[in-house]
């Protein structure tokens, strides 16, 4: 059977995507790159934002038009799947529904699907997710590794925890199974991945830890950089850290969103800290790793959020001068604390000045922070080529990288001399590159003072 897997959302899905694809594979059933070509169709779904719930619907319509002209089995994975579950069923465009801890049951469900059987695989089977199981990566030299499921946090807008179950880490020696597979395999880079993933360990009560994990990874021949999603400023300790401070493979890129900056609105949240924790925690970590990259998620417009809050976020924002932010206006998902308890009382046209006013001092401070690159020497390994027929990179920092080559330098170290800086990507040229003889000036790499 042709299968094509349509995913939305974060890297988890998109690693249950190469999950499902590569044990569809082994049962017999070919991938194909569009639901024109395909018999089969799975969407891997989200459930973060209604945005994201929209698109599924969009999704389902689209496939609809073309069941109308023939046959084609369609199928719902991921977190929509999870949430809705059998109710899913009663639609009549759809027929089988795979819940995000029974992946691993995808081929049951497909084979009854082609049976004419409406069938909901639900209950939890992650435990069958080991090193072992056949993945078709997207990547060749980049992996995603999921090591820990779920989440306990319950903030009180998020439906993750509703949608993935409580956490579940893996054995620490089945994860690094997978690494060494890997590294054979000749990938050179990891991520590992958790909704909480600095929580990695505290469920298996063996003493492991995320910290453990990449001091255990990093011994792995083959494996030249470890990076890790996302974190939970509460768990970040300073073991972790000074893990990350002494290594020269774990990246330089620490993602802890914050949320907000106003006390009243992280507590509505039930984020289980103050901002004055999370400043120290950022202090904490760019004194011990001064080429720290942090970056961070604020959502604006969370019930009752005043000017006020709205100030303390952006006051924070320009203390803490962050490298990134994913920024998202408040909306309600139901089934959480916040959609039952607080009224979605921020108007929309407030939400929407408050996200690009943020957007806009962002901009700035990315501008100023990138300024410093410019004809700086940066190392890079080569992930993709573009549209446009250029590549691009990204440093230890999480720095992208665009430039052009003649050889392709995907999964190579590069050197690059920026040549241009904007608030996103830097720009440059290649003056050095693993395995090949194009190196055409002798300069060292450097990254803002430190060598990558
Ligand atoms: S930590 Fe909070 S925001 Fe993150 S997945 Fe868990 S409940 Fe959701």
Redo the contacts with the bound molecule.
């Keep these: 059977m042709k299968v094509h897997i349509h995913t939305f959302g974060c890297q988890m899905n998109v690693n249950d995507t190469e999950t499902m694809m590569g044990l569809l594979e082994i049962a017999g059933h070919e991938m194909v790159e569009t639901p024109e070509e395909a018999d089969l169709v799975i969407i891997n779904t989200c459930a973060v934002r209604q945005k994201a719930e929209d698109k599924f619907y969009g999704k389902l319509g689209e496939l609809n038009r073309i069941r109308r002209r023939r046959h084609l089995i369609v199928g719902v994975a991921g977190c929509i799947a999870e949430k809705d579950g059998k109710k899913l069923l009663e639609r009549d465009d759809v027929d089988f529904v795979v819940g995000t801890r029974a992946i691993s049951r995808v081929t049951e469900a497909v084979s009854k699907a082609m049976k004419g059987e409406k069938v909901a695989i639900l209950d939890d089977h992650l435990d069958e997710l080991n090193a072992h199981v056949a993945r078709r990566r997207m990547s060749s030299h980049h992996a995603w590794v999921t090591v820990i499921y779920g ?1 306990d ?3 009180t807008y ?1 439906i ?2 509703y949608t993935r179950g409580r956490e579940k880490s893996r054995p620490m020696e089945d994860v690094l199974e997978e690494v060494r597979e890997l590294a054979r395999k000749g990938y050179r880079e990891i991520t590992f991945l958790g ?2 993933v600095d929580s990695y360990g505290k469920d298996l009560g063996d003493g492991v830890s995320l910290a453990k994990l990449l001091m255990e990874a990093e011994k792995v021949d083959g494996i030249e950089r470890l990076w890790f999603l996302t974190s ?1 400023p509460v768990d970040f300790d300073e073991k972790l850290v000074d893990v990350i401070a002494a290594s020269k493979k774990i990246a330089r890129s620490i993602h802890l969103p914050v949320q907000s900056g106003s006390d009243e609105i992280l507590k509505k949240m039930n984020r289980g800290y103050t901002r004055g924790e999370y400043m120290d925690l950022i202090h904490m970590i760019r004194t011990r790793i001064p080429d720290a990259s942090i970056s961070t998620d604020i959502i604006v417009g969370f019930p009752g959020e005043t000017e006020k809050d709205f100030e303390d976020t952006l006051d924070l924002v320009r203390k803490l001068r962050f490298e990134r932010i994913n920024l998202a206006m408040y909306s309600p998902r139901k089934g959480t604390v916040a959609a039952k308890y607080y009224k979605d009382d921020v108007p929309r046209a407030v939400k929407s000045r408050r996200l690009q006013t943020l957007l806009e001092l962002q901009k700035r401070i990315n501008l100023e922070i990138n300024g410093r690159y410019l004809g700086k020497v940066v190392r890079i390994i080569g992930e993709d080529r573009m549209k446009d027929g250029r590549y691009y990179g990204r440093t230890i920092r999480n720095k992208i990288v665009i430039f052009e080559s003649k050889e392709n330098p995907v999964g190579r170290f590069l050197d690059i001399k920026v040549e241009r800086v904007t608030p996103g990507p830097l720009y440059g040229r290649i003056i050095w590159m693993e395995g090949s003889n194009q190196r055409l000036e002798h300069e060292p790499a450097e990254e803002l003072g430190v060598h990558t």
Aim: glycine share 0%.
């Design positions: 989440c946090k319950f903030c998020c993750v925890p909704q909480n939970y």
